[in-house]
């Protein structure tokens, strides 16, 4: 069974750039998570999808970050404009069902986007 | 204020020995706990889970225990082998909340 394909796994960008991340779960799992990874601690969650649907983005800073999933199976985080203190490992993670459902939210995650903003 | 917390941010043991790590939380409405583990330069692997109705789960040479009423579990790996040298997160979730990590312990397993 494939794993939680990121890509790219590295970039440097200078303050007030633009990226983007991409993530494909694995196959056939409805719930999708971003997260923020600073280093030196643990991962944050940024935004939950269901399906295509936001499940929670409460911690996500909506006025420079954006996520999208479409067809519920890809999913894209932008950030726009980068600022010093977005450097951190950006993680995709997939889990078979929702977070309520103890039994199928174990979640799977992939190898990270390191993102250095100079 | 963090939720989870993980006070020993690194840890050293020999091989053969038991690795214990440890992990306090101060929510209480917390009902299940997890453990990760991350190699460098890869996202966490999940280890183990327990419920809030169970004290142990064990899994091979795993086994994390949890005790409630000091808002206390911990992860015991028996016996420790140089591929478990990493840094073990652990993480816990209330209802309908996002999964609450804390900030590592990096494990050496000394040959």
């Known amino acids: 069974e494939a794993g939680v394909a990121q890509s790219p796994r590295y970039k440097i960008i200078e303050k007030r750039q633009s990226v983007a991340f991409w993530c494909n779960p694995i196959s056939g799992h409805a719930t999708l998570y971003w997260y923020q990874q600073i280093l030196g601690q643990g991962p944050k969650l940024l935004i939950q999808f269901q399906n295509n649907g936001v499940v929670d983005d409460s911690q996500l800073p909506k006025d420079r970050f954006s996520a999208e999933r479409l067809k519920g199976v890809d999913s894209t985080l932008k950030i726009q404009p980068a600022k010093l203190e977005d450097s951190a490992v950006y993680l995709c993670a997939s889990s078979p069902g929702p977070i309520w459902d103890r039994e199928k939210s174990t979640q799977y995650f992939g190898p990270g986007t390191r993102l250095t903003v100079l | 204020d963090q939720q989870v917390k993980q006070n020993s941010p690194s840890l050293s043991v020999q091989e053969g020995r038991i690795s214990i790590l440890n992990c306090d939380y101060t929510?209480?409405?917390?009902?299940?706990f997890l453990w990760y583990k991350k190699y460098p330069a890869e996202g966490p692997t999940f280890l183990i889970s327990?419920?809030?109705?169970?004290d142990k789960n064990e899994d091979g040479r795993f086994t994390v225990f949890l005790n409630k009423s000091a808002k206390h579990l911990s992860l015991h790996i028996v016996p420790s082998q140089p591929g478990d040298s990493a840094v073990y997160f652990c993480a816990a979730l209330e209802l309908n909340t996002p999964l609450v990590f804390g900030k590592g312990t990096r494990l050496s397993v000394i040959a």
């Open positions: 929510n209480s409405m917390f009902d299940y």
């Open positions: 327990i419920s809030s109705i169970k």
